[in-house]
């Protein structure tokens, strides 16, 4: 099951970065596998992101065939200040003669990360390189790994960032994702 909020965006604008952007995030979170650890679902997302041409912060080393066309820079959240921050992936689109930076976190980490992730997005659109920040998160840890119910205790989810967003006042464009 798949949930979306638009933040500061839409649909439209989604599709206004490129026409396809929209489903191909979808379709990549619809083809996933039930996975038992997260780092399984990790790699699964790596890889089909990667295959459609996003580049990456890390990567495990089981798949240091990825790195050869992988641009870390595009996921560097500041060019200005000295925080070494990186989203978990990043993609430029072209649309008509402009260049759109699209970046990806994957939060399944603390509430406190996801929060990380909003300053980076927050960050790099006042920088103005950042088109569109999409924040993919769990619908109910706590069901989605019901067989491991103290490891996700306190992890990010979709409703927790749903009710953030408005109350922190950000200005810039995030599609929230919630899977599972």
């Not at 970065?17 to 997302?45: A, G, P």
């Not at 050869?68 to 921050?85: G, I, P, V």
């Not at 759109?100 to 300053?119: I, P, R, T």
């Not at 103290?150 to 749903?162: H, N, W």
């Amino acid at each position: 099951m798949i949930q979306h909020y638009f933040y500061n965006c839409s649909q439209d604008h989604i599709n206004r970065i490129d026409r396809n952007l929209f489903s191909d995030i979808v379709n990549t979170i619809q083809t996933l596998e039930k996975r038992e650890k997260q780092s399984e679902i990790n790699e699964d997302i790596l890889i089909s992101l990667a295959k459609q041409g996003w580049s990456f912060d890390t990567v495990p080393s089981s798949r240091s065939v990825l790195k050869r066309s992988n641009n870390r820079r595009l996921c560097l959240t500041s060019f200005t200040l000295e925080a070494n921050w990186h989203s978990d992936f990043a993609k430029v689109f072209n649309q008509d003669s402009n260049q759109e930076l699209v970046q990806l976190e994957v939060q399944f980490g603390k509430v406190e990360s996801m929060f990380k992730d909003f300053c980076g997005f927050k960050i790099a659109y006042f920088e103005r390189r950042l088109a569109l920040g999409i924040e993919l998160v769990m619908n109910d840890p706590n069901k989605y790994f019901a067989n491991r119910k103290k490891s996700v205790s306190g992890m990010a989810y979709f409703d927790i960032a749903k009710q953030t967003l408005p109350a922190i006042g950000l200005n810039c464009p995030i599609w929230l994702i919630g899977i599972g």
